[in-house]
């Protein structure tokens, strides 16, 4: 084929010299001329010529654009978004809740997703003008707050629960200590934790997700709970430098886990026949039916103490069954086998034996239940 006209001077008009083997943020510097490659080509160092053009247009981004630098700002923005519709969902689960004892929870909830939201719509939008030392302080001042609802659920029952927010209040404080201190006495270039903080919070974290609600129907949301809670303060501890990921990054990830936990959680609830808070009647649940949308609703901790008070009344009552995590089961069958070995049969009970039952659980649950 003959070689088009025009070809070649259109070539060396628009690329006088070849790019270099540089990065691609360094590569306009070859086209200058006053480089060695163009060194004598002086007609075309006019501002009117598309070399000059060229030559300056990666000027304008900067040899020094990173990738956080680029998208730094989405990710940011993103994580506000997720905070944001969490705080709302977080609010609507607790206008359910009214009248409940997990009502303070979903609140606490709410609230540390919102103070997140706006955290990270500041730093998304003047991010620039802060140093890192106060970003990374103002974010985990604001993660601290995802500590304070599975610690609200510790102290759900009436008539202490109004008290025990001031707890969860006075959590929230020491857990952002090391922000707090960040603040008065800046030093250093970032907020680091220590290692002995870092495993404190990684505890009260794994309890307060896997432990209590690991033997529930909340299994998946606990475990995306945990992983977001160690995501937002992953870029405070002292691994922050071999850490992969920017801070913006590990902040979106953490959001997008939390609202994750968050979906989950309402799916899991929405398949339960039974479920806690809703607009039906519990007295009008069958016994295990209640029983395990209060074990679901308040996980282990509170589902041990009111398992082992209602087979003390049915020991001293003579009850024929017995109550088991997974429901009731007949009393003889649990004593000579292991509850989970019996947990699939579960014991229908007498009329008679059913309203003792009822009358056992209004008296435990009334203090966590809605008042009707």
Request: hydrophobic share 50%; charged share 15%; proline share 6%.
């Amino acid at each position: 084929m003959g070689r088009t006209p025009g070809r070649r001077n259109f070539s060396r008009q628009f690329f006088p010299c070849r790019p270099t083997g540089r990065s691609r943020y360094n590569w306009h510097s070859s086209f200058n001329p006053a480089s060695a490659r163009c060194r004598g080509r002086s007609d075309l160092a006019t501002d009117s010529t598309p070399a000059v053009i060229l030559r300056d247009l990666p000027l304008i981004a900067g040899p020094e654009l990173t990738f956080e630098d680029v998208y730094g700002p989405a990710f940011g923005g993103l994580a506000a978004v997720a905070w944001g519709v969490t705080a709302i969902g977080c609010a609507n689960a607790r206008l359910k809740l009214r009248g409940t004892t997990l009502a303070a929870p979903a609140a606490w909830a709410a609230v540390a997703a919102a103070v997140l939201a706006i955290v990270e719509a500041t730093l998304a939008s003047r991010g620039d003008s802060l140093s890192e030392l106060t970003r990374s302080a103002w974010r985990f001042a604001a993660a601290a707050g995802t500590f304070c609802p599975p610690m609200a659920v510790l102290g759900a029952k009436r008539p202490q629960d109004r008290g025990w927010q001031w707890i969860v209040a006075s959590l929230w404080v020491v857990i952002a200590l090391p922000a707090i201190q960040t603040a008065l006495t800046p030093a250093g270039d970032r907020m680091e934790l220590s290692v002995l903080w870092t495993g404190f919070l990684l505890v009260i974290a794994a309890y307060g997700a896997i432990l209590n609600y690991g033997p529930t129907r909340f299994i998946w949301a606990s475990a995306l709970y945990f992983l977001g809670q160690a995501a937002l303060i992953a870029p405070a501890t002292k691994w922050q430098p071999a850490l992969p990921w920017f801070d913006n990054a590990w902040a979106c990830l953490g959001a997008l886990l939390l609202l994750a936990a968050w979906i989950a959680a309402r799916v899991a609830s929405g398949r339960a026949p039974e479920r806690f808070g809703g607009n039906v009647d519990p007295a009008t649940l069958q016994p295990t039916a209640r029983w395990l949308a209060f074990r679901d609703a308040y996980g282990l901790s509170w589902g041990l103490r009111v398992l082992h008070r209602v087979n003390e009344t049915a020991a001293l009552a003579g009850w024929p069954v017995r109550l088991a995590w997974h429901g009731f089961v007949d009393a003889a069958a649990l004593a000579e086998t292991s509850a989970s070995a019996v947990q699939e049969e579960q014991k229908d009970l007498s009329p008679e034996t059913a309203a003792a039952v009822h009358a056992t659980l209004d008296s435990l649950l009334r203090r966590f239940e809605r008042n009707t």
